[in-house]
C-alpha cells in the first residue's frame, strides 16, 4: 500500500497505541475519585499536560485535552463568542477554512452574530491590509487557520499576531491542525490566545486533541458538568488519550527537523515530475507547507482516477463537493480564484514524515497510467 492521504488522517505510531494500551488497562480509575487509585491516575494526567506544555512552550494549565481539532475549533470560536458577545458581536475569518470553523461561524451568524469571510489570493493567503480593515470596534475575534488543510498555503500568522497585538480586546485563534509538525509556530508572546491542534494528523489517535488557552483567556464552555479541564470541557478525562496524544506530540518534535527537510525534498521532486505531466495545474503554491502537493487537471474526472489508482493499493485524495458553489468544486480552490473546471478536477497528496521517494515516483508512473486509461475510455 502507498499511502498518500495523510492530510485525512495519518497512521497511528506502534508506540501511540502501546501507551494507550497501557494506560487504559492500568490507569483506568477516575482521577476525581479520592481513593489512592484515583490519584495515581490523576497524577499521570498531571505529568501529562506538563509534558505536552514543555513541547509546546506553555504553562501546564494552558493545555486543555479535547476530543480533536473539530472540538478545539468550537470551543474556541463559540466559546469566545459566547463569554464576549456584550463586547461585541463581529468575527473575523477566512474564505478557506476547514468547515470546523465555516460551520461553527454559520451558527453563530444564526445566533446573530456577524462574520467577515476574509478572501485569499490565487497562492491562498489572506491580505494583512484586507485584516487590519475588517477590524471594527466591535470585532471579538479573529480566527485564522495557519495552513491550509487542500493546498498547504501558509497564512502570515506572525504578522496577524502582530495586528492583533493592537487590538487587546480582541482575540486571536489559529487552527493548527495541519500546521503542527510540518511548519512550525510559536504560541508564547505571539498574540496567539488559543489553538487548536488534532492528534490523529500526527501519528497519533482519532479522538484526541489539545486547545491551547491562553491564560487570560475567558471561554464560555461547550460542555459544563463536573469542571474538568480548567471547567472548559467537563466530563471524565479520557488519560489514556491524553498520554497517546503526548507521545505523538514527543515522536513528531524528535522527528520534526529532519522530517520537515526531508518532506521539502519530496515535496519539490512531486510537483516537478507532476508539472511534467501534460495538463496537469499546480494549485498548491511554491511557499506552501511541506507535506501537501494539490494540483488539478481539468477535464479529468478526479473521482475516476482515485479509483483506478486504488486498485493498486495507491490512496490520495481529492477535496471537492463540500459546501460550494458548484456540488464538485473545490470551495478553497474556487476561493483562490481558479475556474470551474480547475477547481472540479483537484486532486491532493499529502505525506507524512515516513513517505519514500520511491513510492512518490511509483505513484507518478501509476498515475500516468491511470490517466492515459482515461483517456482511452473518453475517445
Ligand atoms: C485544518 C483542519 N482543521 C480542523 C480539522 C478537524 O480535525 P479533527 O478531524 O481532529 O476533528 C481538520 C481535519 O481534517 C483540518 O484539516
Known sequence: ??????????????????????VSSNFFANPSSIHQFGGETEQLLVRTRKQVAEILKVDKDEVVFTS???????????????????????????????????????????????????PVNQDGIISLQDLEHAIREDTILISIMHVNNEIGSIQPIKE?????????????????????GKVPL?????????????????????????????????????????????????????????????????????????????????????RNALLKITGVKMNTPE??????????????????IIHMLGEREIFISTKSACSSKQKDESMVLAACGFNGKRSASGFRVSMSYDTTAEEISHFIEALKKAIQQFKEVME
Open 287 to 304: 511557499t506552501a507547507a511541506p507535506h501537501i502537493v494539490n494540483f488539478s487537471m481539468p477535464g479529468v474526472k478526479p473521482e475516476v
Open 186 to 270: 510559536t504560541l508564547r508572546d505571539s498574540g496567539i490566545d488559543l489553538c487548536s491542534f488534532s492528534g490523529h494528523k500526527i501519528n497519533g489517535l482519532k479522538g484526541t486533541g489539545i486547545l491551547y488557552v491562553n491564560k487570560h483567556t475567558k471561554l464560555f464552555p461547550l460542555l459544563h458538568g463536573g469542571g474538568q479541564e480548567q471547567s472548559l470541557r467537563s466530563g471524565t478525562e479520557n488519560i489514556a488519550g491524553a498520554v497517546a496524544m503526548a507521545r505523538a506530540l514527543r515522536l513528531m518534535k524528535e522527528r520534526e527537523v529532519q522530517g520537515i527537510k526531508k518532506l521539502y525534498d519530496l515535496q519539490k521532486n512531486l
Open 160 to 180: 496577524v499576531g502582530n495586528i492583533a497585538k493592537q487590538h487587546p480586546k480582541l482575540f486571536l485563534h489559529v487552527d493548527d491542525v495541519q500546521g503542527l
Open 68 to 118: 480533536g481539532g473539530t472540538e478545539g475549533n468550537n470551543t474556541a470560536i463559540k466559546g469566545i463568542a459566547l463569554e464576549h458577545q456584550n463586547r461585541g458581536k463581529h468575527i473575523i475569518t477566512s474564505e478557506i477554512e476547514h468547515p470546523s470553523v465555516l460551520e461553527a461561524c454559520h451558527g453563530l451568524e444564526m445566533l446573530g452574530f456577524n462574520i467577515t469571510y476574509l
Open 1 to 22: 500500500m502507498i499511502y498518500l492521504d495523510n492530510s485525512a488522517t495519518t497512521k497511528p505510531d506502534p508506540s501511540v497505541l502501546k501507551s494507550f494500551d497501557q
